[in-house]
């Protein structure tokens, strides 16, 4: 018994202390060459003096080197002492047919970066300036033809911007997109279609058809372009026939005629009966002079417009409105409800200011959200036009599709952009673009609708897409699309779509409040864009949001405010708090805050959002984001 309490004492140390072997069991020692197989010996002499040779061989010598396997791309480039080595050059990475997972994970990230930092590089030369809302009057030229003839290309050329999205992909182009030109002190309008196939019975091609004819029957001119370098197709043919009925000029552009020796191969599209043919190239520029030319001949004389002069304030009156500053007795949910009795008063010319910030008269919204969410829909039903092409389809709309609606004397440039999805989520170059290009045109806008899909809930990315707009200054308004459904019930008493009790809209509200509560200040709408309910109202909260964002506030205003503040309240680290000794309004659009503090210290996150939560209750500033800047009184003295 004293030995096996030694044995569980000492665990299995007793093994090592014990020299006698188990019974029935060979007595654990290294095989030696003579306690082998004869037959065997050499085989193991063999590895014996492979593995010994391998422990002599130092990690730099030439004969490791040898040893490497091969990469298919060559050996990598020496790498300077101290560099960090990126984790694609593994080991696993370089030998063939030893890929694991996780290796072609890095280097397919490494390569969706690379793809997208060249669609940043191209999409930071394209522009987001539209037509001017007055420019309607215009002449309109039309650029019309099949798919992948350059006639984006062309556009881009014609308005010295590039604001169509050009690429090597068939079918890029499928809304109208408007443009401006001046050609010898005069100007017209252009307009891009997309690529035309007349057979072509599927819903994207046929709602392309659908836009182009529209394009092409407001049109005064015409420029059908086909590719020099191919045979002419049937599209071709029979998008002439249909051209030569209309009885509107046209002008043939035989495009991709790079060099002159090409431009004799431009007679052989005579054949589809038009005498305008011109040999012209896009993309190098050549022969832009004689097509327009051409096209300014045929176009008529624009009617001379009397511009009405703007009334501009005076410093007097400036000083008199700072003095007395907006009215805030009325509390800003109680805004819409007077709007009725403000549209029957005469109105106040509509005035600017000889300096800083003014009243725009055109207020600019992007319509942005994740893709099939409904946001083309949504323009065709605010716009009350089929302005831009709706399906079924996920990513329909590639370029941004922009429509002015007038309104009560004021103007409303609603833009549809792109859907925004994640990055690994897009294949081809045009989608990704049309992403970079749809968070470009939002910084662009005044106000931005998030619409969100109301069968599918907030999700992850409708946050994301949200941070966009509230990062970018942006006024934002919640619109909760295609409602009808949740609340649309049969004959049991459940949602049509899915069999499911109907939902109801306090709590709907607030679970998008709960997903999104950096968005705690704007405004939430309910709405179906594809029965027209409550679009109206879309309206009254853009004029609301946009009246909000341009608001000021007077010096004196906001240090009689801040004496009311209990910041005991708010719930700061000590070495974050600062002694705010009076603020001021420094800018609109967004409103834009700076505080004259006793150290120069950046503003704790909960502090921030204390304070514009108090700003909001006093002032309003409804659906806009709030700035705050810090400035240190005594930081010039401590320099």
Known sequence: ????????????????????????????????????????????????????????????????????????????????????????????????????????????????????????????????ETERADARELPLIAICGRPNVGKSTLFNRLTGSRRSIVGDEP??????????????????????????????????????????????????????VVDGRTELASPDLELARLLLRGGKPVFLAVNKMDTDAMQSQAENFRRLGFKNVLPISAEHGSGMGDLLDAVFEVLPEPEERIEEPEVMLTENDEAEEDETGPDFSVSPAATLASEASENTAPRRPRMLRSHGEYESRETKIAIIGRPNV?????????????????????????????????????????????????????????????????????????????????????????????????????????????????????????????????ADQKLYEQDVRDKLKYLEYAPLLFISAADGKNIESVFKKVELVARERRKRVTTGQMNRFLEKVDFQKASVPMNKRVRIYYMTQAAVAPPTFVLFTDKDVKMHFSFERFLGNQIRENFGFIGSPIWFKIKARNKKKAE
Do not use: C
């Not at 050059?89 to 690379?114: F, K, L, M, Y």
């Not at 409602?483 to 009790?501: C, E, V």
């Open 171 to 224: 079918g890029i182009t499928r809304d109208r997109i408007y443009g401006e030109i001046e050609w010898m002190n005069r100007a017209a309008r252009i307009v891009d279609t997309g690529g035309v196939v007349p057979d072509d019975e599927a819903l994207i091609p046929s709602e392309i058809f659908r836009q182009a004819k529209v394009g092409l029957e407001e049109a005064d001119a015409i420029v059908m």
């Open 1 to 128: 018994m004293a030995q096996k309490d030694d044995r569980k004492r000492l665990g299995k140390k007793h093994r090592q202390a014990s020299t006698r072997p188990k019974k029935g069991r060979a007595p654990k020692s290294t095989p030696t060459t003579g306690a082998i197989d004869p037959r065997k010996r050499k085989i193991l002499s063999t590895k014996r003096a492979a593995v010994d040779k391998a422990l002599r061989v130092t990690k730099q010598s030439p004969d490791r080197e040898k040893r490497k396997a091969i990469r298919p791309d060559g050996p990598p480039p020496r790498k300077p002492a101290g560099a960090v080595r990126p984790k694609l050059e593994r080991p696993a990475d370089g030998i063939v047919g030893r890929q694991t997972p996780r290796s072609a994970n890095v280097a397919g990230r490494e390569r969706i970066e690379d793809d997208w930092r060249d669609i940043e590089l191209l999409a930071s030369q394209m522009v987001t």
């Open 374 to 502: 409904g946001k083309s829909t949504l323009l065709n039903a605010l716009t009350g036009t089929e302005r831009a092409i709706v399906s079924p389809i996920a990513g329909t709309t590639r370029d941004a599709v922009d429509e002015v609606v007038e309104r009560d004397g004021h103007a409303f440039r609603f833009v549809d952009t792109a859907g925004i999805r994640r990055k690994g989520k897009t294949k081809l170059m045009a989608e990704k673009l049309s992403v970079i290009m749809a968070r470009k045109h939002l910084e662009a806008a005044d106000v931005s609708l998030l619409v969100i899909d109301a069968t599918e809930g907030v999700a992850a990315l409708d946050a994301n897409i949200g941070g966009y707009a509230h990062e970018s200054g942006r006024s934002v308004i919640i619109v909760v699309n295609k409602w009808d459904l949740m609340t649309r019930i049969g004959k049991d008493g459940m949602r049509l779509f899915d069999g499911k009790p109907p």
